[in-house]
């Protein structure tokens, strides 16, 4: 009787150990960049086959569409950057050292949202987005996560 | 956040093991002592009396403009020029043998081609381009500067510009002011300080010949929306630039445009986010369903179900799908390059080389699905894996290297070599694709194998592979246009085994003069050379080789190989299933010097990459009829651009 009950509770502890571990990486998906519009920051807004059966394609071009966007407005070629690069010019590029350029500044807000898209929706269906920054703004990788789902529990 | 100011390599990552060589720090110093020499020399010396005699002004603005130069010097030589870090290993799954060199893509209307870099294993993106100088790729990538010893790319291309102008500015201010001074003291000529100012009268005036040179240069490059490299490579010397936006906002672009981030160096957060199952699942479309229930024990994703459905319908039967070459046991991912490619807009440029299309978007969608189903075949295919290992991949060709992998880098040779071999015969409507592919690969695999393998199967080897007159040729073309270098001619048959080839020729084809195409790949450059003066004649016509017309025979680069590449052009005696004659013509047209180009990690530009673009010049403008709406225009000595209308 108590081997069974220690059989029990040992089954179930390394059952809830299971689940407190980070799931295995299955494969990597790459959206690459759309160059149609000339070498601005944009990516393809096709979906992959790969998430068909894993998220709404709605849902992915959005988060790109909005990503593309963003990278639209630290690029703009506008009053903002103008004012930037003549005050630079004027402290002798000294300005840099305190201050925290345009694009910058939209990389962090990309950052963040790219964290909130993940932790809302991403993660819940298996997948990652990794910021494009990292790998140079050259592709935005997502990695698929193994879906234990099927037979556990 | 500071400015992303890194000495070339100071960062580490990049090119960490680059040997220390002062001689590259010579022309850097020297700039610097004379623009800080020469300048203190004439504010010692010449200013005081200018402050007196005319304005004490004078040595201010000649500080400022000095203050001015120096700053934009020491961004343009300290300032990161937009190097791209290392691609991961996990971006690049493929296997090299396979992989195109090339990938096209369109940027406004004009086909752009991506190289792939060997060493920071990517495709490099438009405007891209690798400096062997600072072994890294270097977005919009302009030169590498010796004068301040960095290169320059997007995100320092500005300083460097506006160093140019405020140089040429200031040497014209301290050469017109010391001129001034000699002026007033020609009978002081012995004077300390008029020695001084003569001297820097003397550098300043040596100096602005070649410095105004250069930023005339400069100012006309940034009105036409150029690169130095583009200038320089002649890459839009014929044709239209897809870059530019016009002489305005291109100077706005340059001089107005937000400071690029720095892609180095960068922090890499953790994910904060644990992604743990159980996960969330989309509910399944009624297609998705059906297509499940299609599933032959082989993944096919729901577009390619309906591709398979119009292709049945199609007049054309669709070329096998290639093999994708895949270790068994990795999930079917789409890499990197494999998504760039399965893109929609189909590039009309890439099909006007396969007669039996007459449409780039079934093409598209052909080779898309063809990929597709590859991609699914890999898992049952896998015995034919390691027959195909040694050969290199069919996609060599630049234009259609990136049609052919439309999703798929790795489509090996068996699958192209069966495309090749039975792809007239294909029958593809209808059928279940799994099982006929498979067969078709397999056999195709071991045609190939056995025609690489053993001479005296050349001659069952020959049948197909004449008849179709893809595949030995493609192994070629495969060999020097893939990104492993390696393949260029140790994956090829040993010379001994070329004669036996070429007589299997002559057997297999009687009365049809020797196809020397055939033993091409078979043979190394010597022998290669041996056997076009010992077999002249003309290489028969084959169907695949439809349209490969080449007005012009290939430059001078490779004299011997011209009369194949004119016989090649011989036009066709029916319909093909036209198979990457693009493909063969470069492997001639430069089969030689295309051996060598993979090998290089990629430095900047360099001849045997205007050889391959001349051939593709070659047989772009001879191509160019079929297909409608392309615009075929091509630089003199650099790319083509095939511009969709």
């Given at each position: 009787m108590e081997d069974v009950l220690f059989n029990l509770w040992f089954s179930r502890q390394t059952h809830s150990l299971q689940d407190l571990r980070q799931a295995a990486v299955t494969s990597k998906v790459f959206v690459q960049r759309d160059y149609t519009s000339g070498t601005i920051c944009k990516f393809q807004t096709k979906f992959p086959a790969e998430l068909e059966s894993r998220m709404d394609k709605q849902q992915f071009e959005e988060t790109i569409q909005t990503l593309n966007n963003l990278y639209a407005e630290a690029e703009k070629l506008g009053g903002r950057s103008y004012l930037e690069g003549c005050l630079a010019c004027l402290t002798a590029y000294t300005i840099f050292l305190c201050m925290e350029t345009h694009y910058e500044k939209v990389l962090k807000k990309i950052a963040k949202y790219i964290q909130e898209q993940n932790e809302k929706i991403y993660a819940p269906l298996g997948l990652l987005l990794t910021d494009p920054i990292e790998r140079g703004l050259r592709v935005v990788e997502i990695t698929i996560f193994e879906d234990r789902s099927i037979g556990s529990r | 956040m500071p400015v992303g100011l890194s000495v070339d390599g100071a960062l580490g990552?990049?090119?960490?093991?680059r040997p220390f060589r002062p001689s590259r720090y010579v022309p850097v110093s020297a700039a610097t002592t004379l623009l800080v020499g020469t300048t203190t020399l004439f504010l010692c010396f010449t200013c005081p009396w200018l402050s007196e005699r005319f304005s004490s002004s004078i040595p201010l603005y000649n500080v400022v403009i000095f203050l001015f130069t120096l700053a934009n010097f020491c961004m343009a030589t300290f300032?990161?020029?937009g190097i791209f870090p290392r691609a991961e290993e996990d971006e690049d799954?493929?296997?090299?043998?396979?992989?195109?060199l090339y990938k096209t893509v369109e940027v406004r209307g004009i086909q752009v081609r991506m190289k792939w870099c060997s060493t920071c294993r990517f495709y490099r993106p438009p405007r891209c381009s690798h400096c062997s100088v600072c072994d890294n790729c270097v977005e919009e990538f302009d030169h590498h500067c010796p004068w301040v010893n960095n290169c320059i790319g997007r995100r320092n291309y500005r300083y460097f510009f506006l160093f140019l102008l405020s140089l040429t500015t200031h040497i014209m201010d301290v050469f017109g002011f010391s001129l001034l001074y000699i002026l007033h003291h020609t009978k002081q000529l012995d004077q300390v300080d008029s020695v001084v100012t003569m001297a820097v009268m003397c550098v300043s005036g040596l100096f602005f010949v070649p410095v105004v040179g250069l930023t005339g240069f400069h100012i006309f490059l940034v009105a036409r929306g150029r690169t130095t490299n583009e200038q320089v490579t002649g890459k839009f010397r014929g044709g239209v630039n897809p870059?530019?936006?016009?002489c305005l906002k291109n100077i706005a672009y340059v001089l107005c445009g937000s400071q690029a981030p720095r892609?180095?160096?960068?922090?890499?957060?953790?994910?904060s986010v644990q992604v743990q199952p159980p996960f969330l699942r989309p509910p399944l479309s009624e297609a998705q369903l059906e297509a499940k229930v299609l599933d032959n024990g082989i993944q096919q994703s729901k577009s390619s179900l309906e591709i398979m459905e119009s292709q049945s319908t199609d007049a054309d039967p669709p070329p096998p799908p290639k093999p994708e070459?895949?270790?068994?046991?990795?999930?079917?991912t789409q890499n990197e390059e494999c998504s760039l490619l399965t893109e929609?807009?189909?590039?009309?440029?890439?099909?006007?080389?396969?007669?039996?299309?007459?449409?780039p978007g079934k093409n598209h969608t052909a080779s898309t699905h063809s990929s597709k189903m590859s991609r699914g075949n890999s898992m049952t295919e896998s015995p034919s894996v390691p027959v195909t290992t040694g050969q290199p991949s069919?996609?060599?060709?630049p234009s259609l290297s990136s049609r052919g992998g439309a999703?798929?880098?790795?489509?090996?040779e068996g699958g192209r070599a069966g495309s090749g071999g039975l792809g007239g015969a294909?029958?593809?409507?209808?059928?279940?694709?799994p099982s006929f592919t498979d067969t078709l690969l397999q056999s195709a695999a071991a045609s190939c194998s056995s025609s690489l393998r053993s001479a005296h199967t050349a001659h069952n080897a020959l049948g197909p592979l004449i008849s179709e007159g893809t595949t030995s040729t493609s192994y070629k073309s495969l060999a020097n246009q893939t990104?492993?270098?390696?393949l260029s001619y140790e994956s090829l048959l040993t010379p001994s085994e070329s004669p036996e080839f070429e007589s299997a020729a002559h057997d297999t084809a009687?009365?049809?003069?020797?196809?020397?195409g055939y033993t091409s790949p078979f043979l190394s450059a010597q022998q290669r050379e041996g056997s076009l003066q010992a077999c002249p004649a003309?290489?028969?016509?084959?169907?695949?080789?439809?349209?490969?017309?080449?007005?012009?025979?290939?430059?001078?680069?490779a004299p011997p190989l011209s009369p194949r590449a004119r016989s090649l052009g011989s036009p066709p005696p029916g319909p093909a299933p036209g198979h990457t004659p693009l493909g063969k013509s470069l492997s001639y047209g430069g089969g030689v010097e295309l051996q060598h180009r993979p090998s290089?990690?990629?430095?900047?530009?360099?001849m045997p990459n205007s050889t391959i673009k001349q051939n593709v010049a070659n047989h772009n403008t001879h191509s160019?009829?079929?297909?409608?709406g392309v615009k075929k225009v091509t630089g003199v000595g650099g790319t083509t651009y095939g511009i969709s209308v």
């Open positions: - | 990552y990049p090119s960490p093991s300032m990161d020029p799954k493929e296997d090299d043998f396979r992989a195109p870059f530019t936006h016009g892609y180095l160096g960068r922090l890499r957060k953790p994910h070459h895949r270790y068994p046991g990795l999930p079917h929609a807009p189909a590039t009309p440029s890439l099909y006007k080389y396969r007669p039996a299309y007459s449409s069919y996609r060599s060709d999703g798929c880098r790795g489509g090996g294909s029958a593809f409507g209808g059928r279940s694709y990104r492993n270098g390696s009687p009365g049809a003069p020797p196809i020397l003309p290489l028969r016509p084959s169907p695949n080789r439809a349209f490969l017309r080449p007005t012009s025979s290939p430059p001078s680069r290089r990690s990629g430095g900047g530009t360099s160019h009829k079929p297909a409608g």
